[in-house]
């Protein structure tokens, strides 16, 4: 038996160690689960299930409704956002423009009384 020591295997070679810890059946297995992607008609599946579905005249329809639903709700979100922005915007300008008012209005005075 094999001892692990560290990050070495002694003894035996770490395909060996990674054997002895599985039956054959598991081990045959675990590859089968790994491969089982790559396998040929695993392949196949995979590209048909990737290729589009032709819509119905139906669904055609209802998704223009609802991409056109889509667009106004992200355009009035738009709007809504612009809105609060530059009422934000006018605020602060104001309140710069008072400071600014208010630091010149001392400086004149303080020149009158210097």
Known sequence: MS??????IEG?????MVSDCFDPTSLERVIDLLMEPFLPSRIATNRQ?????????AER?????????EAQKALSEYE??????NA???????ERLARE???SKT??????DG
């Not at 400086?107 to 009158?112: C, D, G, K, N, V």
Request: hydrophobic share 40%; glycine share 4%; charged share 25%.
């Open 3 to 8: 001892q692990l020591t560290g990050d070495t």
């Open 107 to 112: 400086s004149f005075l303080a020149i009158q």
């Open 80 to 85: 809504a956002a612009k809105l609060t922005f």
């Open 61 to 69: 329809e209802a998704r223009r409704i609802f991409a056109g639903q």
């Open 12 to 16: 035996t070679s770490e395909a060996r």
């Open 88 to 94: 934000n915007r006018e605020r602060l300008k104001a």
């Open 101 to 103: 008012a208010a630091a």
């Open 49 to 57: 299930q990737n290729e589009p579905k032709a819509l119905t005249p």
